[in-house]
């Protein structure tokens, strides 16, 4: 079964507005982490922002900022003042269990950020 | 500069051929993992190593193998039973939190 799963396979905004992009996921485990990460056109894999379970506060990072609610199993990403570079694949992934275990990761959703 | 670094970055090869890929990370990072990426497609794990050797499969594995001789060090090789190897092929090491990618190998198969 899909552990992540990330609804909008493509998304558009203009320049300097924000967005949020979708995730939720599926877990019976109580210590779990969820990640963001950025995938340019280039290929690598670029970390953005992590929220582990038990954080109480929505996690934070420059432009970008997680809007964590446990109780629906959401981790939605959002993107302030969006800019041209913000253009790539964002990909949402879950960690469960300690930190040596390997992360699942959603299929991605394709951002387009325009002037 | 610390990092993790793949080798090569394009590859191509024939139907029937092993060919293996390199990743090496100068991180002192204990944990490394190798991942499939498809068009379209989210990453999906083939192998990965808490420790030295020692490795487990991942949701792929089959047409896979790896081995992890050494801590910097976790190479992928593709085999001739891997039904469709065409794809871009991310190695990846964490120590604590986040995992660190390296740059990718596109791996095409004529």
């Known amino acids: 079964a899909q552990k992540i799963t990330q609804t909008q396979p493509g998304m558009f905004v203009q320049e300097k507005e924000a967005v949020t992009l979708d995730c939720t996921y599926d877990t019976s485990d109580q210590s779990y982490g969820l990640f963001w990460y950025k995938q340019p056109s280039s290929g690598e894999m670029i970390f953005l922002i992590y929220?582990?379970?038990?954080?109480?506060q929505n996690a934070t990072e420059g432009r970008y900022s997680l809007n964590f609610q446990k109780a629906r199993k959401s981790a939605n990403l959002v993107i302030s003042a969006s800019q041209l570079g913000d253009s790539a694949m964002y990909f949402c992934a879950m960690r469960e269990g300690y930190s040596g275990y390997a992360l699942n990761f959603g299929k991605g959703t394709s951002l387009l950020v325009t002037p | 500069d610390g990092g993790i670094t793949q080798s090569p970055k394009y590859l191509f090869r024939k139907e029937g051929q092993n060919v293996t890929l390199s990743c090496e990370q100068n991180l002192n990072h204990d944990a490394m993992y190798w991942y499939r990426q498809d068009p379209g497609q989210g990453l999906r794990l083939i192998y990965y190593s808490q420790i030295v050797n020692d490795f487990q499969k991942g949701d792929i594995a089959e047409g896979y193998s790896v081995s992890r001789e050494k801590k910097e060090s976790f190479p992928l090789t593709v085999t001739s039973a891997q039904k469709n190897p065409t794809a871009f092929y991310l190695c990846?090491?964490?120590?604590?939190?986040?995992?660190?990618f390296g740059e990718g190998s596109r791996l095409t198969v004529l």
């Open positions: 990846a090491s964490s120590i604590e939190r986040e995992l660190f």
């Open positions: 929220q582990g379970s038990y954080d109480e």
